[in-house]
């Protein structure tokens, strides 16, 4: 099955700096890497995907890249604030057939953003 | 819109007993998935309901099983308890349209505690 691979598992950024996060993954039919946060005792929240078909996509201060070639993607987040601090997860998942659907999470690095 | 709706939000059992977790989907999705999520770890797929059956499963024994009704709700039942399977049950709605699922949103989990 999937292996993701999640580095690195703690993260300290002062506020204002920029903080990167690089997943990766072992199945070339993985197409489908969502993003969520999931802040202490609440659920994952998605808040950034990308499909196999897309190298880079953005929205507001966030931003993924993926580079299907070497199997790896990384979360971007700009201009960190401390209510970015949260636990970061990757996934990877295969959107089509008998694995449909089914995410393959990474073991989350935790971001802790200094005001 | 109701989000995806768990219940109940804590439960506490003794081992070698059994429990249920309810899970009511994102109003419009047809697909509920099951994760455990251990204290510091990633979420790991128990298993995916669609058209009320179990269409995928991950590596977990036959203690844990489940059930989706018409409505698309969903319960996850799991038979003689163990102080491992101790964790956050989480449940994700999604839409499963023309062979492809789109995004997974979670619910808020049941933190389960086994003594």
């Known amino acids: 099955g999937e292996n993701v691979e999640q580095h690195p598992s703690t993260l300290s950024v002062q506020e204002g700096d920029s903080a990167v996060i690089k997943c990766t993954y072992s199945?070339?039919?993985?197409?489908?890497f969502p993003w969520y946060k999931q802040e202490l005792g609440k659920r994952p929240q998605l808040i950034i995907d990308?499909?196999?078909?897309?190298g880079e996509k953005k929205d507001q201060r966030i931003a993924v890249t993926l580079n299907k070639t070497a199997k790896h993607f990384s979360l971007h987040i700009t201009e960190t604030q401390p209510e970015d601090s949260a636990v970061y997860f990757c996934?990877?998942?295969?959107?089509?057939?008998?694995?449909?659907?089914?995410?393959?999470f990474g073991r989350g690095t935790q971001l802790t953003v200094w005001p | 819109d109701a989000g995806v709706t768990q219940s109940p939000t804590h439960l506490i059992k003794t081992r070698g007993q059994q429990v249920t977790l309810r899970c009511s989907p994102k109003?419009?999705?047809?697909?509920v998935s099951w994760y455990q999520q251990a204290l510091g770890q990633g979420p790991q797929f128990i298993f995916q309901?669609?058209?009320?059956?179990?269409?995928q499963r991950g590596n977990f024994p036959d203690r844990f099983s489940g059930h989706q009704f018409p409505n698309y709700s969903s319960e996850l039942n799991v038979n003689a308890l163990l102080l491992g399977d101790s964790a956050l049950y989480l449940c994700?709605?999604?839409?499963?349209?023309?062979?492809?699922?789109?995004?997974?949103?979670f619910g808020p989990g049941t933190r389960l505690t086994v003594t």
């Open positions: 309901y669609y058209e009320e059956e179990e269409r």
């Open positions: 109003s419009g999705h047809d697909t």
């Open positions: 199945d070339s039919a993985s197409n489908y």
């Open positions: 994700a709605s999604s839409l499963r349209t023309s062979g492809r699922v789109y995004e997974q949103y």
């Open positions: 996934a990877a998942s295969i959107r089509r057939g008998s694995t449909l659907g089914r995410l393959y």
């Open positions: 990308i499909r196999s078909n897309v």
